[in-house]
């Protein structure tokens, strides 16, 4: 049963420090996007890519925030450092080489900052 | 730029009421247009789509029909169950590829 799968599914931590969430995409999908979701703002997209090159990452606060892919079967965001705002459920998901719109979901890390 | 509007939630129903979730849209040229569900604790997920103007997207009794005259994506289902409580997200995909969600709707359905 093939599925996106997110580490770690909680995290808690104190302002200030580092944070790396990681997503294992679906064997075969070449695209892999960043969502984060909070109550406030909904669902935003964060960033995205293709064939592991980044296509977009303009939803994406550049100072502190970096995602990357560095073979095919990871993606990672990482924070640096980390604030009390980006408190949020990180959601990482993919999808196949030609975009029909359906995106295959992570569970999401839920992330604390203190 | 591209984007999706809902109507607010949460929508609270009783068992076997009539369920419309307003959906419409902006966008250049012509999008397909999508309904995610998100249930309690978990991921996003497909729920159905459609991809040219008057197409009709169905899946789990619920339906949602592409008006490009009026630029919506209503969805609907004709009697709700408990086990439909979810968040519902329309979505658009644009012409880079990017799949754009509106805010989400809460709909929560009582027994």
């Known amino acids: 049963d093939a599925r996106v799968t997110q580490t770690p599914r909680h995290k808690v931590t104190e302002m200030g420090q580092e944070v790396t969430m990681r997503c294992q995409p679906i064997?075969?999908?070449?695209?892999v996007f960043w969502y984060r979701q909070t109550m406030m703002q909904g669902l935003e997209l964060l960033a995205y890519?293709?064939?592991?090159?980044?296509?977009?990452d303009s939803g994406m606060p550049k100072d502190r925030f970096s995602a990357e892919m560095p073979d095919a079967t990871l993606a990672t965001l990482k924070i640096q450092p980390s604030e009390p705002r980006d408190s949020a459920v990180y959601f990482c998901?993919?999808?196949?080489?030609?975009?029909?719109?359906?995106?295959?979901f992570g569970e999401g890390s839920r992330l604390t900052v203190l | 730029g591209d984007s999706v509007t809902q109507m607010e939630g949460p929508v609270t129903l009783s068992e076997e009421a009539f369920l419309t979730i307003n959906c419409t849209y902006t966008?250049?040229?012509?999008?397909?247009l999508f309904w995610y569900v998100q249930y309690p604790g978990e991921g996003l997920q497909l729920l159905l789509k459609?991809?040219?103007?008057?197409d009709k997207g169905s899946n789990k009794g619920f339906e949602a029909t592409y008006r490009k005259e009026t630029t919506s994506f209503h969805l609907e289902k004709g009697s709700v169950q408990v086990s439909d409580s979810a968040v519902y997200f329309c979505?658009?995909?644009?012409?880079?590829?990017?799949?754009?969600f509106g805010t989400g709707t809460r709909l929560l359905v009582s027994p």
């Open positions: 998901a993919s999808g196949g080489d030609v975009i029909t719109g359906e995106l295959f």
């Open positions: 064997l075969g999908h070449n695209t």
């Open positions: 890519f293709r064939n592991r090159a980044p296509l977009d």
């Open positions: 966008a250049t040229g012509y999008p397909s």
């Open positions: 459609a991809t040219k103007a008057d």
């Open positions: 979505a658009l995909i644009t012409g880079f590829q990017k799949l754009v």
